[in-house]
């Protein structure tokens, strides 16, 4: 743990979903739920899991020397499940025989990162709720607002600054359909026994798996899946897409505050962005601190797309390569998730700035229009000609484009004002944002599917 940086990059909290309390809770849950599917199976005495449960108090094990011993069998699995047999045994001598039954390291370890990671995955999905209803808040505080879009950092368009937070809760909408679709098969048990034939439940192998898969709130799916990594890398993936449609926002944050744009800046609280040595600066911190949480996802998700291909029954190193990378990825996107509900909550929106940018391009954003209509007239080739000199003179002689074309007495009968005008090309952009805003105020007011 880093004191001075650690807090830079988990404004979320999620990281305490994978503290060594909640890996510590999480794999003795699995082991008292193991010894009480096969106790209800019959395979072992009631005794038996009753004093295992007792024995399974995570405040009374030792993190850090779990760790340590660890390192001889390079998993901590195998020194927890010698702690909790000897603290069984304890209890009932005889009963020490039957824990861990029928299960491996794997087993305990890949199902204690699903349900560390189920956690932080049900408070994501609440997050990122969030981060719709302050989108629809913002989109339905700045209606009509006319800003000029961009292609390739370039005014191109004008636009409705409602339709590009449109664009945002429609991509946020499709994270949510592929987190919830995502979910059962992402947040399954593992149970294999040493190679995956769990060879110890017999014919009881099936119930004993729905048994322990029903009381830890997890799928079960018929066969383990112990070398077969895909649900890793949907949820790697599914964290990555999420990530970098954030990224996406609050680089545009970023840009839009760019002091020759001045269009948008994140919310002003006291010394936030501050310079060390520049008393004026007002920096847009969190996009900062979000694209540098991006920045590291990358590596996380290409060592899981690395670690993916393991040998046999049990992985030589890629196993073992995706506890600490889950979790960073998780904590990488709830502190930009957390950060983009900060800023977009928060969003200062320069209106007027974006009216007078609009207008900077000296009419050229309606060329496009103009050609158009130009087109219905003299024919496609023709149109493109006219235009493209009236642009190159609008840029030489720094003149509006409509009394540049409107000087042209061949061209002024096909035009109108209407095609100066930005409200006449976002008809079809009102429609969208219309029904966006329906679909989200839908999307709010469904219930959350409960965890487990």
């Known amino acids: 743990m880093h004191l001075l940086f650690d807090p830079l990059f988990d404004r979320g909290g999620y990281a305490a979903h994978f503290s060594d309390a909640a890996w510590l809770e999480a794999m003795l849950r699995f082991e008292v739920a193991l010894a009480r599917a ?83 995955w049900e ?38 600054f409602a339709l590009e937070l449109a664009l945002l809760i429609d991509a946020l909408l499709r994270h949510r359909e592929r987190m919830a679709q995502a979910r059962d098969r992402i947040f399954a048990l593992q149970l294999g026994g040493a190679v995956g034939t769990r060879a110890a439940f017999g014919a009881k192998a099936r119930e004993v798996g729905e048994r322990l898969a029903a009381q830890l709130g997890l799928s079960c799916p018929l066969l ?37 744009l001045g269009e948008l800046h994140e919310p002003a609280k006291p010394a936030r962005g501050s310079s060390s040595t520049l008393p004026h600066k007002r920096n847009p911190i969190g996009a900062t601190l979000a694209l540098a949480a991006y920045a590291r996802m990358i590596p996380g998700v290409s060592a899981l797309l690395a670690a993916a291909p393991q040998e046999f029954a049990r992985g030589v190193g890629g196993w073992h390569a995706e506890w600490h990378t889950v ?57 493109r000609r006219r235009i493209d000199e009236a642009c190159a003179r609008v840029l030489r002689e720094r003149r509006p484009l409509r009394e540049v074309l409107m000087a042209d007495p061949a061209l002024r009968p096909h035009l109108d004002e209407s095609l100066f005008d930005p409200e006449s090309q976002l008809v079809a952009a009102d429609l969208l944002i219309e029904e966006t805003r329906r679909r989200a105020h839908r999307a709010l007011a469904e219930k959350e599917k409960p965890d487990g």
């Not at 408070?123 to 390739?152: N, Q, Y």
């Not at 509900?341 to 007078?356: H, K």
Request: aromatic content about 4%; charged content about 20%; some cysteine.
């Open 224 to 260: 383990p899946w112990h070398t077969s990594r895909d649900r890793i890398l949907e949820l790697a993936f599914t964290l990555a897409g999420l990530a970098s449609l954030l990224a996406k926002m609050h680089r545009d944050v970023a840009l839009s505050a760019q002091n020759e």
């Open 327 to 383: 979790a960073e990825l998780f904590v990488a996107t709830g502190h930009m998730l957390a950060l983009a509900i900060e800023t977009i909550a928060g969003l200062e929106v320069d209106e007027a700035r974006m009216a007078a940018n609009l207008e900077h391009s000296l009419g050229l954003v309606f060329a496009e229009a103009v050609r158009d209509r130009l087109a219905a007239a003299l024919g496609y080739g023709e149109a």
């Open 38 to 120: 096969a106790c209800d199976c019959g395979l072992l005495p009631e005794a038996a899991a009753q004093a295992i449960e007792a024995a399974a108090e995570p405040s009374c094990f030792d993190a850090a020397a779990l760790g340590r011993e660890a390192i001889s069998g390079g998993n901590p699995a195998i020194p927890l499940v010698a702690a909790l047999r000897r603290r069984v045994a304890a209890i009932d001598g005889d009963a020490a025989r039957f824990v861990h039954f029928g299960a491996t390291s794997q087993d305990v370890v890949d199902t204690a990162l699903i349900l560390c990671a189920r956690a932080a």
């Open 123 to 160: 408070r994501l999905a609440g997050d990122l709720r969030r981060l719709l209803a302050a989108l629809l808040a913002r989109m339905e505080t700045h209606p009509r607002t006319l800003r000029v879009a961009r292609t390739l950092l370039q005014h191109a368009l004008p636009t409705r």
